[in-house]
């Protein structure tokens, strides 16, 4: 069965710091991985989705980045956090029909 | 911007059904409707999708009016642990991303 991992769980950065946010997937080859961000009291944004190894598509711009090195890892970076980048950040993966999220990531930027 | 409308919040009581709106207007032809829950705190969970028939799995059942301008997903019997955001999300099938509104928060009470 298929499994998403994402870690760390939960995150408190000062502003300006560095971010490195992972995302694995077990059980399935070549999905479609998807970076959202919940921020709080709003909806879903999806921030970048990928088809493959190497390919990241950016919907918002914005100070965050996204890289998969590997089929099954989706990585979300930031050189420098902003207050405004705090928020629950959901890993997904999927294909035609459905979408899986991970756990989530809470991130709070001070 | 999400090309669905829903109610903001609903009650339910424990053990009734409960009937979520949602109003798609401008569905196209090839926009499958979707729906997804998402618990407080945890990813969002595939629910049910359908095209234009009724839809029915262990879930839920998903009801679109003939003009596909709207539908109803129905809890036959909520519990407690149903409570949560609902989106209903329209796409094209095998467009790979989600772009997810509001939502209606059900919330289920004994």
């Known amino acids: 069965s298929q499994t998403i991992h994402q870690w760390p769980a939960t995150l408190v950065q000062p502003v300006g710091s560095p971010l490195s946010l992972e995302c694995t997937v077990e059980g399935t080859s070549n999905p479609n991985l998807y970076w959202y961000r919940q921020a709080a009291g709003r909806g879903l944004q999806l921030l970048f989705y990928?088809?493959?190894?190497?390919?990241i598509s950016s919907e918002v711009p914005q100070n965050l980045s996204a890289s998969r090195p590997q089929d099954r890892q989706f990585i979300l970076s930031s050189k420098k956090l902003l207050l405004s980048d705090s928020g629950f950040y959901l890993c997904a993966w999927g294909f035609t029909n459905e979408q899986f999220f991970g756990p989530g990531t809470r991130l709070t930027v001070l | 911007d999400a090309k669905t409308t829903q109610p903001t919040s609903m009650d339910c009581a424990e053990g009734r059904a409960a009937n979520l709106p949602c109003n798609h207007s401008t569905i196209s032809g090839n926009e499958y409707v979707y729906w997804y829950r998402q618990i407080h705190s945890q990813g969002p969970q595939y629910i049910i999708h359908g095209l234009k028939n009724n839809e029915t799995n262990e879930m839920a059942s998903l009801i679109i009016t003939e003009d596909r301008k709207s539908s109803t997903l129905i809890l036959p019997h909520a519990t407690l642990r149903d409570t949560a955001v609902y989106y209903c999300i329209v796409r094209v099938i095998g467009a790979g991303t989600l772009t997810f509104g509001k939502g209606t928060m059900l919330l289920v009470s004994p």
């Open positions: 990928s088809v493959g190894i190497g390919q």
